[in-house]
Every structure is written in C-alpha cells, then in structure tokens.
C-alpha cells in the first residue's frame, strides 16, 4: 500500500531515551539494577506524589502478581476484579490458586460498578468467603469511582489493589491514579503512554511494601554472602537498560498526555454531530484521564445499521488500526465458569464498542486519513 500503517497505539521516544542507554552500556550496567532503575524509580515517585515508593518491575503482570502476593492471597482465596479490562488484570489471581470473581462496568466511565460491587462482597461473605482483595482498573486512562469503591472497600475491610497499567498521569480530585489503592500497578508496555519496551511498576504506600516487592522480585534472595532463599521469589526486577528507556520517556509524558488528549478532542468534535456514537468522556471536572485510547460506543438502532464492526472493516481497509473494545473476563473461555455478579454494561460495552487510533505521534496527515474514513462511513 501507498500509505503507511497508521497504528492504534504505537510507541512515541522523545530523544534522549538513548542517551541514558548509552550510559548504562559506558558504564556496563546492563543488569537489572543499577542507576537508571533508581532513577527511573524516582522520577515516577516525584511525579505521583502522595509519598509514593516504586519498585520498577518487569511488567504491570508482574506487578500485579506482586501486589496480590503482598494482599497475602493464597490458593482457595478469592479476589474480586474488574470483569471489562485486559487478562492481564485477571491472570495473576489463577497464578495464586485463587478465584476471580467478577463485577460489571458502570456507564459513566465503564469501570467497576460501586453497586455490582458490594452485592458481589455481601454475598460472598454469605457464603462464607470473603474476598481477600479487590482489582479495580481505571479503563483506557479513564478514572474509575474512586470514591464510591474506595468507600464500600473500607466498610468491608478489603483492599484495594490499583490496576493504573493505562492510567499514567490520569488523575481524580487532582490526586494521581496509581495511588489510590493499598498497592498501585503501572504499565509500560509498548503500546502505554510511556514505554520501557516492556516492564511495569508496583506503587506502595510505604518503603516497607516497595522492599519486600523488590526482595521478592529478585529471587527473595536472603541477606547473605551465599545464595540462601527462605522465601519463593521471581526474576521480576526491571533492567537497567529498560528504565534507561523509561527515564527518557518521562521527559515527554507530560507533552505524550496532551496529544492523546488531543486526539481524544478530535474525535469528539467529529462525532458530537453524528447520530448514536458517544465518545468515552470524563463524567465531570473531579476526572482527569489522559484519553491513552480514545474509544467510542456505537448504537446500530441510531446509525441506520452501522455497526462497530462496520467501522472497523473500514480502517482496516485503508491500512488503520482500530480494535474492538476488552472482551470481558466473564465471556472469555478461561474465565467463564467463575462467578459474575451485575447486569450487561461491560457486555454491552463490547459489542458495540471500538478503541479508535490514539497515539501521541499521529501527524495531521493522520488525522486526515482517519476522518476521510469516518465522513465516509457515516455519510
């Protein structure tokens, strides 16, 4: 084809990512410790604030299994998640020998229903389990209720454990998502809003948590002059190399945030004239989400037949990439035995939802390609 791909989210460097690189090869430190992981490590510290401490890891999977590990989650426990996210979310309570058990999306910002939520907790505890932690995700960047779930979390008694993968400099109250939550996660998988290539983030609210995250994702190597474990550890530390990469990208989040926000208000002024598709806005001023993928609901009773699917096929053939939205965990064959507790919102949601291209590096000739797509679609 005449025209490059355009991707839904690809990665975007800022230029001096090869410098810190290029530091870590002079000065030999390619293993996964060393400078570049401390001060990657800190620059995400200053930036969320909120006496945060990070351990850099290598992937929000790891961090996840991490967090659910330091929640003290073992075989036979259950842990209630976010039915509408990635499997990543979901994976490590099955690593564990734990049950996931899973809750519906709201309608405002297609996160963890507060509703769903305490009927699922009220009627666990009736059967005599009650959940050992809660996974609440704030969707493509989008907040979720922090309040309301934090609030039904405190009146149980069950932690919180933050899936921020997406959400990188999203904020609720101006308070950034990440630390919200007994034990944050963060992403920086290719396609973030930030990359390291692959890795990943544990936030904890004290130096103590970050420690034992470190001991364990370094093998739980005990403190001695020999290799001696008393603990099952993992080879989960980031490298040197990779947050060399994430120091660099930190330069540029601010400036990544507003181009997706960006394009997020590029499609929102296309669509705000176009019969049954809604865009996926924040619900009021209190969110911040920094849009990492815009996405877009369409009603087929609304557009004459046109369906997700439709749209889809139609960027496709021109060479763009869009996808439709997560597949909840409760539809996915792994996953469909274990309990569901809510109505159709997340199932809804994917039916008719569509992640639309998103990525800070798109160029106006993007956007034009995009949109000549769109006009003719919905002609």
């Known amino acids: 084809m005449s025209n490059k791909k355009i991707w839904l989210s690809s990665p975007h460097m800022g230029g001096s990512e090869q410098n810190f690189v ?3 090869f002079d000065t030999n430190w390619v293993a996964p410790l060393g400078p570049n992981v401390n001060g990657f490590e800190a620059d995400l510290e200053n930036y969320l604030g909120n006496d945060s401490f990070i351990g850099a890891l290598s992937s929000g999977t790891a961090a996840i299994h991490l967090g659910l590990i330091l929640l003290d989650v073992k075989p036979g426990d259950e842990v209630i998640c976010q039915s509408m996210t990635f499997s990543a979310s979901a994976n490590p309570i099955m690593y564990l020998g734990a049950t996931p058990i899973f809750v519906d999306s ?35 960047g989008m907040p979720y209720k922090v309040e309301e779930i934090n609030s039904i979390a405190i009146k149980y008694d069950i932690p919180v454990l933050e899936d921020s993968a ?12 990440g630390t919200f939550g007994e034990i944050g996660v963060l992403s920086f998988n290719g396609n973030k809003i930030i990359t390291t290539s692959g890795g990943g983030a544990i936030v904890a609210k004290n130096k103590a948590v970050k420690d034992k995250a470190v001991f364990l994702s370094t093998q739980a190597r005990d403190n001695a002059p020999h290799y001696q474990h008393s603990e099952v550890g993992y080879n989960y530390r980031m490298s040197n190399i990779c947050a060399g990469v994430g120091r660099g990208q ?11 926000r960006g394009m997020n208000s590029f499609y929102s002024n296309f669509f705000k004239n176009v019969e049954g598709v809604t865009v996926l806005a924040e619900p009021n001023d209190n969110y911040f989400s920094n849009h990492w993928l815009s996405a877009i609901t369409i009603d087929p009773e ?29 539809l ?12 159709k919102i997340a199932e809804g949601l994917f039916e008719n939802g569509l992640c639309l291209p998103s990525g800070s590096n798109l160029t106006n000739e993007d956007r034009d390609r995009i949109k000549e797509v769109m006009v003719a679609f919905f002609k």
């Not at 997406?166 to 998502?177: D, P, Y």
């Not at 930190?250 to 997706?260: G, K, S, Y």
Request: with cysteine; aromatic share 8%.
């Open 250 to 260: 930190m330069e540029v989040l601010d400036a990544h945030i507003q181009l997706r």
């Open 302 to 330: 609304k557009t004459g037949g046109k369906t997700r699917e439709d749209l889809r096929l139609a960027f496709e053939k021109q060479d763009i990439e869009s996808r439709p939205l997560w597949k909840p965990m409760h």
């Open 106 to 140: 709201e309608i405002e910002t297609w996160n963890l229903c507060p509703i769903a939520l305490e009927k699922a907790i009220v009627d666990r505890i009736s059967k005599g389990k009650k959940p050992k932690a809660i996974i609440a995700v704030h969707l493509y």
């Open 332 to 343: 996915q064959p792994i996953f469909e035995q274990y309990p569901y507790y809510g109505e």
């Open 22 to 24: 290029k530091e870590a």
């Open 166 to 177: 997406e959400a990188l400099g999203s904020h609720f109250r101006n308070q950034k998502c």
